[in-house]
């Protein structure tokens, strides 16, 4: 008799847990990841961003009309859609539509073109990490500052001839980096708050108290990208100049004192790779790199590179420093 009341209770009990499991249901919506690794999760740094973001994103996938790079990219927005709601999705196809493909100069294998308070990147490869990192750059609070140095027939940024860099400041300073020119001679300090300074492959001689202030910023932690040319006219060789005079000359004018404070030295030549003879190039000191060092910059590279008349550098490092190279050619260069 006990053990018949004590089966009629269980059976209530169990049919009032499903009745209350169903109403539950009804009323709320749980999701689970099953998947290996929780690979369908946003991470807690992504879901932690998403919500420090206060301005609406729009994004623009220029691509073609491939259903499964399409539904791709919508389940992952999705999932960043479901954090924020604001985030806008559109999609061109560039061989329906190519003059709007064109208005937005996209690149030729497609891209995301993400913007935000009036900011934008830019994406040829789509994963989290990669959305993460672009949305991070247009949350950043303020403009970051890029100092080119002027004075020496440098490369600039506000000229608009083929030979400057205006198109290249232009599209830096639509994500937060913005160029501009500074004269060491009238300006000789170069402050903690200047993100990057730029040589930009002088052609005249710098003075002894510029370099000291470019070696000075460095000493207190800041930025260098320093640019070289090869010399491509029909300059005629000069028998008075020693091997001392050229070396001097290879890093720039002037500037082998920074050379050496940094532990870098360029090399005379050019760069001559016979892999890249093989491919019947234009020029045989054209070098063609399908394979790159890791590293964050060169991360995003999905085509071959091409370097025409590239000079080699020989590093020593010095104490403290760390080598990581970007671009490497093969060991059958020379």
């Known amino acids: 008799m006990k053990s018949s009341r004590l089966h009629i209770v269980l059976s209530a009990l169990l049919i009032g847990i499903v009745l209350a499991i169903g109403w539950l249901l009804q009323r709320y919506s749980i999701a689970y990841d099953l998947t290996a690794n929780e690979r369908h999760s946003l991470s807690a740094t992504t879901h ?29 927005l ?4 479901a954090i924020k709601p604001d985030i806008s999705v559109r999609f061109i196809n560039p061989e329906t539509d190519p003059a709007a493909a064109r208005a937005l100069n996209a690149a030729p294998g497609g891209e995301l073109i993400l913007r935000a308070a009036g900011r934008e990147q830019r994406l040829q490869s789509l994963s989290e990490r990669s959305l993460v990192n672009s ?24 000229r608009r001839t083929n030979d400057d860099w205006s198109t290249v400041a232009t599209r830096l300073e639509n994500i937060g980096l913005v160029s501009r020119e500074v004269s060491l001679v009238s300006e000789p300090y170069l402050h903690e708050g200047i993100d990057l300074v730029v040589i930009a492959a002088p052609k005249r001689p710098y003075f002894p108290g510029e370099l ?33 005079d050229v070396n001097n000359l290879l890093p720039g ?37 399908d394979r790159f060092p890791a590293h964050t910059i060169t991360a995003l590279l999905t085509n071959p590179v091409l370097l025409p008349q590239a000079s080699a550098l020989a590093v020593t490092p010095l104490a403290g420093q760390t080598i990581q190279p970007l671009l490497q050619t093969p060991q059958a260069s020379w």
Do not use: C, K, M
């Open 78 to 81: 999705a999932r960043f859609q």
């Open 212 to 244: 000291a202030s470019i070696s000075d910023y460095i000493q207190r932690g800041g930025n260098l990208l320093w640019l070289t040319e090869s010399e491509t006219g029909s300059v005629e060789p000069n028998p008075a100049l020693t091997a001392s």
């Open 135 to 158: 949305l991070r750059q247009l949350n950043r609070d303020g403009d970051r500052d890029i100092v080119f140095i002027t004075g020496h027939d440098e490369r600039s940024p506000t």
């Open 48 to 76: 932690t961003l998403l919500r420090s973001l206060s301005q609406p994103v729009d994004i623009t996938a220029v691509v073609g009309a491939d259903p499964a790079q399409r539904a791709g990219i919508n389940a992952l």
């Open 253 to 289: 004018p002037g500037l082998t004192l920074l050379s050496d404070t940094l532990g870098v030295d360029t090399l005379a030549g050019t760069v001559i790779d016979t892999a890249s003879q093989a491919l019947d190039a234009d020029s045989p000191d054209f070098v063609l790199l």
